[in-house]
Every structure is written in structure tokens, then in C-alpha cells.
T-cell receptor
Framework: QKEVEQNSGPLSVPEGAIASLNCTYS??????FFWYRQYSGKSPELIMS????GDKEDGRFTAQLNKASQYVSLLIRDSQPSDSATYLC?????????FGSGTRLSIRP | EPEVTQTPSHQVTQMGQEVILRCVPI?????FYWYRQILGQKVEFLVS????????KSEIFDDQFSVERPDGSNFTLKIRSTKLEDSAMYFC??????????????FGSGTQLSVL
């Protein structure tokens, strides 16, 4: 079983719509959860971090965490062409931070 | 915003040669990481480093790999005898790690390693 699992996509969403990205993780003692965005040829950049069950909102982004189901999601509202990128889910246990393989998101005009 | 600096940006080497990739972490950060990303694939954890020693390492990080902080500022990754399959982008990342509000991993812009 992969430690952090994501659908690879591509996920195609019309401009202005909501994009929904999902992630599951295998290690129940994972402590912190992150969403990173990576543009082609660039390094990952942090969008959101979440540590406790529930929702966390930051501008157009909402992260959701359900530790019982070992599930993290990211919603992007009012999707823009600049949101087209690969979205990486990451999970921290102790000093180790593991990334999923990423979901490619494409926002179509 | 503070930056993690990596050098060189590109490194071309012959199979079997040793390479050293360099990283200057953000000054008050305590946790240092190396990741690699083969073209089109996932960001893979190699090693974490804290308090001048390795905290965790992956199966990829075998005896051919080593890390050190030789002068208290630079953080280096050495590959002793490079193989073709070591060709990848190598990212250094650091975080402060003192509390939950300092969890953000700051990534350098990477070193593209090509082994011929």
C-alpha cells in the first residue's frame, strides 16, 4: 500500500468552477498534512497545511481532514487558468514528510 | 520571503563519478531534507537531518549517499559513485520545526543531475 495516494489525473475543470482533489494516507500516526502546488520544472510550493479534523479555509482554497478515514482533500473555488498545475498531497510523521504522486489539474477557459 | 539556495542548478557527470550537491538552508531552520524527482515522477523522500545527524532515510538512500553540514551552514548531499538511474532533479528543503506554525517546508529551486 502506498504511503500517500492520489489520483494522477488529469483532472479538467472549467474556469470558475470548483476543483476537488483527494488524497488518502496509510500511516494512522501521521501528524500534519499539506497541499503543495508544483508547476512544470519548478519546485513545490505550499498552499495549505492542516493538523486537526475538519475544514480550513484560506482564500479560494479549503482543506479538509478526516483522520478516522485517513483522508485529506483540497477544494479550489472559482478556478483560474493559473491554477493549472500538479497538486501534491504531503504527510508528516515525526521528521519524515512524504509526498503523493500528485494530481494534474487543468483549468479550461 | 527567505530562500533556500541550491548550487549548482545543473550538474552533468559521468557514470561512476562522485558528485556533491550543495544547499544553504534558511538560517533559523532546524530540519533539513533532500528529495529527488525523476522526470515525470513523484517527489521522493531521501533523508531528513536534524541536530547534525540523520533523523530518517528512505530505501533509496543507500551506502552510495551521504549528507553532512561541514561548516554549520551548508548542507550537502554526496553521491559516491553515480549511476544512470541517479539522473533526477534533487531538491533541498528546510523547515523551522519549533511548533505547528513553523511546519512549512521551504524548497530550493533544485539541482538537475544528469549522469551520462
Amino acid at each position: 500500500q502506498k504511503e500517500v495516494e492520489q489520483n494522477s489525473g488529469p483532472l479538467s475543470v472549467p474556469e470558475g468552477a470548483i476543483a476537488s482533489l483527494n488524497c488518502t494516507y496509510s500511516d494512522r500516526v501521521s501528524q500534519s498534512f499539506f497541499w503543495y502546488r508544483q508547476y512544470s520544472g519548478k519546485s513545490p510550493e505550499l498552499i495549505m497545511s492542516i493538523y486537526s479534523n475538519g475544514d480550513k479555509e484560506d482564500g479560494r482554497f479549503t482543506a479538509q481532514l478526516n483522520k478516522a478515514s485517513q483522508y485529506v482533500s483540497l477544494l479550489i473555488r472559482d478556478s483560474q487558468p493559473s491554477d493549472s498545475a500538479t497538486y501534491l498531497c504531503a504527510v508528516r510523521r515525526a521528521s519524515k514528510i512524504i509526498f503523493g504522486s500528485g494530481t494534474r489539474l487543468s483549468i479550461r477557459p | 520571503e527567505p530562500e533556500v539556495t541550491q548550487t549548482p542548478s545543473h550538474q552533468v557527470t559521468q557514470m561512476g563519478q562522485e558528485v556533491i550537491l550543495r544547499c544553504v538552508p534558511i538560517s533559523n531552520h532546524l530540519y533539513f531534507y533532500w528529495y529527488r524527482q525523476i522526470l515525470g515522477q513523484k517527489v521522493e523522500f531521501l533523508v531528513s537531518f536534524y541536530n547534525n545527524e540523520i533523523s530518517e532515510k528512505s530505501e533509496i538512500f543507500d551506502d552510495q549517499f551521504s549528507v553532512e553540514r561541514p561548516d554549520g551552514s551548508n548542507f550537502t548531499l554526496k553521491i559516491r559513485s553515480t549511476k544512470l538511474e541517479d539522473s533526477a532533479m534533487y531538491f533541498c528543503a528546510t523547515r523551522q520545526g519549533r511548533n505547528l506554525s513553523n511546519e512549512k517546508l521551504f524548497f530550493g529551486s533544485g539541482t538537475q543531475l544528469s549522469v551520462l
